[in-house]
C-alpha cells in the first residue's frame, strides 16, 4: 500500500480545488449553488486535517484506562520562558481485555511534579527488567464537590499508582 506524504496530501487538495474552480466558473449553476460547494468542500479539508493526528499515532488526550501495562514514557517538564506547561506522555495497552491482547497506544497527560516522580520511578523499575502496571487514582473531592487542589486554574489532573507486575505462576512439572 502507498503510503502519502504530507506533501502528497497537500498536492492532492490543491488539486481538488483547482477542479472546484474550473467547474464553478464554467457551470451554470447559480452562485448559491457554487458558494455551498466551496463551503463544502473547505470543511471537509479542515475536518480532514483534524482527523489525520489521531490516526498517525500522536498522543490522545482521551481518558486513560482504569488499568494499564506501562509499556514506554516521555517527559516534557513545563518551561517558564515559553510558556510551556509541559507534558508527561505514556505509552501503554489497556487490561481490560486481558494481558497482551491490547495493542499499545499513546497518551498524553498533563504534567504535575507528583506525576513526574511516580513515572521516573517506573521508568527506572521498567529499565530494570520489572513490568509495570499501572492504574487509575480517583481524584479525591472536596466537600463542595471540587477537587481538593485547584491549582491547575481548572487544567483535570491526573493521578496513577504504578505497581510491579507480578511473577506468573507456573504449573509444577
Same mark, same amino acid.
Given at each position: 500500500?502507498?503510503?502519502?506524504?504530507?506533501?502528497?496530501?497537500? %498536492?492532492?487538495?490543491?488539486?481538488?480545488?483547482?477542479?472546484?474552480?474550473?467547474?464553478?466558473?464554467?457551470?451554470?449553476?447559480?452562485? =448559491?449553488?457554487? %458558494?455551498?460547494?466551496?463551503?463544502?468542500?473547505? $470543511?471537509?479539508?479542515?475536518?480532514?486535517?483534524?482527523?489525520?493526528?489521531?490516526?498517525?499515532?500522536?498522543? $490522545?488526550?482521551?481518558?486513560?484506562?482504569?488499568?494499564?501495562?506501562?509499556?514506554?514514557?516521555?517527559?516534557?517538564?513545563? *518551561?517558564? $520562558?515559553?510558556?510551556?506547561?509541559?507534558?508527561?506522555?505514556?505509552?501503554?495497552?489497556?487490561?481490560?481485555?486481558?494481558?497482551?491482547?491490547? =495493542?499499545?497506544? %499513546?497518551?498524553?497527560?498533563?504534567?504535575?511534579?507528583?506525576?513526574?516522580?511516580?513515572?521516573?520511578?517506573?521508568?527506572?523499575?521498567?529499565?530494570?527488567?520489572?513490568?509495570?502496571?499501572?492504574?487509575?487514582?480517583?481524584?479525591?473531592?472536596?466537600? *463542595?464537590?471540587?477537587?481538593?487542589?485547584?491549582?491547575?486554574?481548572?487544567?483535570?489532573?491526573?493521578?496513577?499508582?504504578?505497581?510491579?507486575?507480578?511473577?506468573?505462576?507456573?504449573?509444577?512439572?
Amino acid at each position: 500500500m502507498i503510503m502519502l506524504s504530507q506533501a502528497g496530501l497537500v %498536492a492532492a487538495y490543491v488539486l481538488i480545488a483547482l477542479l472546484l474552480v474550473i467547474v464553478s466558473l464554467y457551470a451554470r449553476f447559480n452562485w =448559491q449553488i457554487k %458558494a455551498l460547494i466551496v463551503v463544502l468542500v473547505s $470543511t471537509f479539508y479542515i475536518v480532514t486535517y483534524c482527523s489525520f493526528p489521531p490516526l498517525m499515532g500522536w498522543p $490522545t488526550d482521551a481518558k486513560l484506562p482504569e488499568r494499564f501495562n506501562l509499556v514506554a514514557m516521555s517527559v516534557e517538564e513545563p *518551561n517558564k $520562558t515559553s510558556g510551556d506547561p509541559g507534558h508527561i506522555y505514556l505509552w501503554l495497552t489497556n487490561l481490560e481485555k486481558g494481558p497482551g491482547r491490547d =495493542q499499545p497506544r %499513546a497518551y498524553s497527560v498533563p504534567f504535575s511534579a507528583s506525576l513526574h516522580a511516580k513515572v521516573v520511578d517506573a521508568g527506572t523499575k521498567m529499565r530494570k527488567g520489572l513490568p509495570q502496571l499501572g492504574e487509575l487514582v480517583e481524584e479525591d473531592l472536596g466537600p *463542595n464537590g471540587r477537587p481538593s487542589d485547584e491549582s491547575r486554574g481548572g487544567q483535570q489532573s491526573v493521578d496513577i499508582d504504578f505497581f510491579d507486575l507480578p511473577d506468573p505462576l507456573f504449573p509444577e512439572k
